[in-house]
């Protein structure tokens, strides 16, 4: 029978919107919002003022090329801005990619705790999501290339992975991208790498570079602090950023977020601020946290996933309510397959200690 009205696609039906983090507690004076992992150090000073002074020019196009900002990027990490892409965050580069190399009755490949934005691009593009078992919350890379059938397109692995802030040793993402075929493209999310100081990681710039179906993303929305303006940029192949170019939006960067996102990527203090103050209260909250006989799965993030599976009479969903009561706002993970546990963003320190003492309380314990 001939449709009555306009029908999406059946994959788009089947994508579960995506859900924020809370941001909010009804009826709680002062908030403490550790639910999206945004930095408590603020951005820079000086994308703040290259923000601002956008104000008086509104009224005209961004540059659609976003030359400003690439150059700013090529210049920090040395690059060839022609291999670079900007994006209204790295969520907009994810879903261009499936969208550029995925289509129906193709399959791509994400991890099982993996980032819930991997499964809606691929679903977008119309392909199939297939989800590669983990190993002790981490991607285990003889799981993700026994997933691969001649169906692969495309594989993103999060490293460090959000929610559980673990990562892949450099060495498995070679050997991850050497069981690859040549035809699969390998998506290296790295949102959070200014944060990891493990010395076997790396985000995979050099790979980036070098092979031919291997992509890096970043954002601007965790350490430097300018979530609200989305940006986030990606290198590769110049195969690869040919076919973004062609299809991403002619201004998809505004004008400020050129202008703040340059400025902040140069500002190294700020960077190292931010770094500095995560390693502190990072190893800070943990010990807290394990003193109140909690599990913590060790993070090399600016957030910590905090398990209640084996706390006798309490649930992660009981926490986050007596956590929101005393407003402290925290992320819940069911989502992500893990309904016993809640994340939590590294913030101030009055936010961490406010988190502690009423977790504290909950657990009927005595507050730091």
């Known amino acids: 029978m001939p449709a009555t009205r306009p029908v999406p696609r059946p994959t ?43 104000a008086a020019t509104l009224a005209l196009y961004p540059d659609g090329s976003a030359t400003h900002l690439r150059a700013a990027i090529g210049a920090r990490y040395g690059l060839d801005p022609a291999r670079i892409v900007c994006g209204a965050g790295s969520d907009e580069l994810l879903t261009l990619l499936a969208l550029a190399f995925v289509g129906p009755g193709d399959e791509g490949i994400y991890c099982e705790h993996g980032f819930l934005v991997y499964r809606i691009a691929i679903l977008t593009a119309g392909g199939t999501p297939v989800v590669a078992p983990e190993t002790s919350l981490t991607a285990d890379v003889d799981a993700i290339l026994a997933a691969v059938t001649p169906r692969t397109r495309i594989v993103f692995l999060a490293n460090p992975n959000n929610p559980t802030g673990t990562y892949l040793p450099f060495d498995e993402v070679r050997r991850l991208h050497a069981g690859l075929p040549g035809h699969v493209l390998l998506v290296l999310d790295g949102a959070y790498a200014e944060y990891v100081r493990s010395n076997d990681y790396s985000a995979g710039l050099e790979m980036a570079l070098e092979t031919p179906n291997v992509v890096m993303t ?15 940029w990606m290198v590769g192949p110049a195969e690869v950023v040919d076919a973004l170019n062609r299809i991403r939006g002619p201004f998809n960067v505004s004008a400020g977020a050129i202008a703040a996102g340059a400025a902040a990527i140069a500002d190294d203090a ?24 909690l599990t913590v799965t060790p993070s090399v993030g600016n957030f910590l996933l905090v398990h209640f599976a084996n706390v006798p009479g309490r649930t992660a969903e009981e926490a986050d309510a007596h956590l929101s009561q005393a407003g402290v706002i925290v992320r819940r993970v ?35």
């Open 334 to 368: 069911s989502s992500y397959g893990l309904p016993d546990a809640l994340r939590v963003s590294i913030g101030s320190e009055e936010a961490n200690r406010a988190f502690v003492a009423a977790l504290a309380a909950f657990l009927g314990g005595a507050g730091a």
């Open 218 to 232: 970043r954002t601007f929305s965790k350490i430097h602090g300018l979530a609200a303006l989305r940006i986030g």
């Open 12 to 54: 788009v039906l089947a994508i579960d919107a995506y859900v924020p983090g809370k941001s909010a507690a009804p009826g709680v004076a002062k908030i403490h919002k550790l639910s999206s992992n945004e930095t408590p150090l603020g951005p820079s000073p000086h994308a703040v003022a290259a923000l601002q002074a956008e």
């Open 270 to 293: 700020h960077v190292a601020a931010a770094v500095a103050h995560n390693d502190m209260w990072m190893g800070w909250l943990t010990g807290e946290l394990e003193a109140l006989g």
